[in-house]
């Protein structure tokens, strides 16, 4: 099972960024799936995350009304939409998947990393001044 970022790269303020994850191995359409990121020098934090219908969505305070999660099942992907990019946004990115099935779907219990059993290569997000 394989969760693989990517789109990242270096933008400037107020720009956008779609960042997607593609899970290979199985599929994650029964599961929930989010984002998080790892600032330089900081711990790494929750972005965002989507109940397994796709239906309920969470955000972290600082990306809320910004970023947008969303998913295709059919391709087996999950997509972050960054917009109003701020320095403060530049981080490795990573998404990651519940490995339950169908669970009831809470979005602040689904803040913490330990829910996650999954785990993508991070991609770079760099935005500039």
């Known amino acids: 099972v394989q969760l693989q970022a990517f789109g990242g790269g270096q933008v400037q303020v107020g720009d956008s960024l779609r960042l997607a994850c593609a899970a290979s191995g199985r599929t994650f359409s029964e599961n929930v799936m989010g984002w998080f990121r790892r600032p330089p020098g900081k711990n790494r934090e929750f972005v965002a995350a989507?109940?397994?219908?796709?239906?309920?969505?969470y955000y972290g305070d600082s990306v809320k009304g910004r970023f947008t999660i969303s998913r295709d099942d059919v391709k087996n992907m999950v997509f972050l939409q960054m917009d109003s990019l701020k320095p403060e946004d530049t981080a490795v990115y990573y998404c990651a998947a519940d490995e339950r099935r169908r669970t009831t779907y809470t979005g602040p219990y689904y803040t913490s990393s330990s829910l996650y059993h999954y785990w993508g290569k991070g991609t770079q997000v760099t935005v500039s001044s």
């Open positions: 989507i109940s397994w219908s796709g239906g309920s969505t």
